[in-house]
Nanobody, 122 residues
């Protein structure tokens, strides 16, 4: 089992940047594929991106490609979501998730953090 804690959310103006962190504790972090999801108010949870346990593969939803970057530090048991050129439509609660299967569906991931709010003002 692994516990996940996100941090780094906040209020930012459009065009700004934020870096979210997801710190993991428990079983070996390097065993897990990691995903980032988000859920805006009144919307369904949406896949943002994912990174393989080795860091060797990355995938992103089209709406964030070229703006968001996922990377991980297995020595620090942490995965990051660097968000640049933020837009108001990026406003959401952002969640990290861990699992043993890699993909864009929330069902691929077994463990979830509590989420961190990102608000982008226009």
């Amino acid at each position: 089992q692994v516990q996940l804690v996100e941090s780094g959310g906040g209020l930012v103006q459009a065009g700004g940047s934020l870096r979210l962190s997801c710190a993991a504790s428990g079983r070996a972090f390097s065993m897990y594929d990691m995903g980032w999801f988000r859920q805006g108010s009144g919307k369904e949870r949406e896949f943002v991106g994912a990174i393989r346990r080795s860091g060797g593969r990355l995938d992103y939803v089209d709406s964030v490609k070229g703006r968001f970057t996922i990377f991980r530090d297995n020595d620090k048991n942490t995965v990051y979501l660097q968000m640049n050129s933020l837009k108001p439509e990026d406003t959401a609660v952002y969640y990290c998730a861990a699992g043993f299967t890699y993909g864009s569906s929330s069902s691929e991931y077994r463990y979830w953090g509590q989420g961190t709010q990102v608000t982008v003002s226009s």
